[in-house]
């Protein structure tokens, strides 16, 4: 158990609708991600963050936000969800070795 | 483009066989290679892992092998087991990106008893 939290495990929402997720890690891990996956898709990296307050854009960014106030916590928003944006979001953090990557157990989210 | 592919969206094998899942890849600067296994409704775990600088790494029943002349890698199962069926990703670490991991899109494993 690498220690990673989010929240909510599953959530359906309006399109248009603001949506917040949220990925607590208790490792004290300075990198934290955000994956997406889809069918055919497999994972694609949304944002990273490689500290507090210091985040910076993945593969699929667009319409997609983040937070990083405390070490433990990053948040993924949604400023405005559309139905493509129906996904599973994973969180993960990058391991003491610096190599491999620990992930969450994944957000459910709907967009209807 | 992508630069992490695995062709082969799923595989069956037999319980007692070997199970070999490849990956491709097109940036010769990836420093290190990955697997990660995911089952239904849980996230992605890592299995193993090998240096662009070694061509072989096992750990059990896995091991990873590494062509780099064929920017090619593989994972073998032996023996395979029923629990081993999963999805399996391939994942690569780029060297400017902060060392973020880029993963291919997946194979599914079947391992019928």
């Known amino acids: 158990d690498a220690g990673i939290t989010q929240s909510p495990r599953h959530k359906v929402t309006e399109t248009g609708t603001p949506v917040t997720l949220r990925c607590h890690q208790t490792e004290n891990h300075r990198y934290m991600y955000w994956y997406r996956q889809d069918p055919g898709h497999g994972l694609r990296l949304i944002h990273y963050?490689?500290?507090?307050?210091?985040?910076d854009k993945g593969e699929v960014s667009d319409g997609y936000s983040v937070s990083r106030s405390k070490t433990e916590d990053f948040l993924l928003t949604l400023e405005s969800a559309t139905s493509s944006q129906t996904s599973v979001y994973f969180c993960?953090?990058?391991?003491?070795?610096?190599?491999?990557?620990?992930f969450g157990q994944g957000t459910r989210l709907t967009v209807v | 483009d992508q630069q992490v592919k695995q062709n082969s969206p799923s595989l069956s094998v037999q319980e007692g066989r070997i199970s070999i899942l490849n990956c491709d890849y097109t940036n010769s600067m990836f420093d290190y290679f990955l697997w990660y296994k995911k089952y239904p409704a849980e996230g992605p775990t890592f299995l193993i892992s090998i240096s662009s600088i070694k061509d072989k790494n096992e750990d059990g029943r896995f091991t990873v092998f590494l062509n780099k002349s064929a920017k090619h890698l593989s994972l073998h199962i032996v023996p395979s087991q029923p629990g081993d069926s999963a999805v399996y990703f391939c994942a690569a670490r780029g060297w400017g990106s902060q060392g973020n991991l880029i993963f291919g899109k997946g194979t599914k494993l079947s391992v019928k008893p």
């Open positions: 993960a953090i990058r391991g003491a070795s610096d190599t491999e990557a620990f």
């Open positions: 963050s490689y500290g507090v307050k210091d985040t």
